[in-house]
């Protein structure tokens, strides 16, 4: 892990923000930050986006393609030559 | 470190991305020698995701369907040149991504050029957020709510989302992907984070106007 960039005692929010970027990729612990001690908007931002991140997991993926996605990749190989003129892969039960 | 430099590769971080697949290594080498029912084993292993992403990057299965049908059929063409130099997965996922970017170009829509998408004007980014202190997203957010926000982000900032934030691909393995900087790739996280906040916001106070 890197070090939090350090940030300046007077920082204020259009600075703060500026380097939230870095201060995410950092993974240092943002509750500990003085701007966030007295700055509810930054603070709710950064819960906001903290959030956000949380919730992007709730959308790995869960539909298949459909079984004709399937057969159509079969029907295209076996129309489609190999450098050499043969198939690149032995039809399916020719094996 | 600045943002657009490069950074050593952590050893195996792509084993900790991606855990081996019981038998995966052993398909790959046989549909490299053109073994039909290995390729199919691969296909099996990886539709959902290949899938997945071309659902979320154009939010129409007939399209994604058909996509993914031809990523397949160039991972058939390419598989003899994959060389285990990374993940299997990131390298197809690599091909899909191409796959992705070349029909949203052939389509003419706007920023998916891969450099301009990248690099979106000011205008397009998220505001800095100064001063709003109305509506706290935590605990509020389902998956059906994210997911229309998130088809609603730019394709630049949602590629990089999903890969990200959904897939959870590191910030080296993405550039790599993309061909874009690493500095890039977080540049376009943390502004595709910042609109989603806004488009989720914009639909709660929608939603309590009602």
């Given at each position: ?46 819960r906001?986006l903290e959030y956000i991140a949380s919730q992007a997991k709730l ?37 | ?137 935590s605990?509020?957010i389902?998956?059906?709510?994210l ?18 934030d ?45």
């Amino acid at each position: 892990m890197t070090d939090a960039p350090s940030l300046g005692k007077n920082m204020n929010c259009v600075e703060f923000q500026e380097k939230l970027p870095e201060l995410f990729e950092s993974q240092a612990d943002l509750t500990t930050e003085e701007h966030l001690q007295t700055c509810e908007n930054c603070a709710a931002l950064v819960r906001d986006l903290e959030y956000i991140a949380s919730q992007a997991k709730l959308l790995l993926p869960i539909h298949d393609p459909s079984p004709s996605v399937w057969e159509n990749i079969q029907t295209a190989i076996k129309q489609e030559p190999g450098a050499n003129g043969s198939p690149v892969l032995a039809p399916l039960g020719s094996s | 470190m600045s943002a657009g430099q490069t950074q050593a590769k952590p050893a195996n971080q792509h084993l900790r991305r991606n855990p081996p697949i019981a038998g995966e290594a052993e398909a790959i080498e046989k549909a490299q020698s053109g073994d039909a029912k290995s390729f199919e084993m691969l296909y099996a292993l990886h539709k959902r995701r290949v899938y997945s992403l071309c659902l979320r990057m154009l939010g129409n299965v007939a399209e994604a369907e058909d996509l993914t049908q031809e990523a397949f059929l160039q991972l058939y063409r390419k598989i003899g040149t994959f060389r285990g130099d990374s993940a299997f997965s990131t390298w197809l996922h690599r091909l899909a991504v191409n796959v992705v970017l070349m029909h949203l170009r052939k389509k003419g829509l706007p920023q998916v050029s891969l450099e301009e998408t990248l690099e979106p004007s000011q205008d397009d980014g998220p505001r800095k957020d100064i001063g709003a202190r109305d509506l706290m997203l935590s605990g509020s957010i389902d998956r059906v709510t994210l997911e229309r926000a998130v088809e609603n982000l730019p394709p630049g900032y949602r590629l990089v989302f999903v890969l990200h934030d959904v897939e959870g691909y590191e910030h080296n393995e993405i550039a790599d992907m993309l061909d874009c900087s690493i500095g890039n790739s977080k540049s376009q996280l943390h502004k595709a984070r910042m609109k989603l906040r806004d488009l989720l916001r914009s639909g709660q106070r929608k939603e309590s106007t009602v």
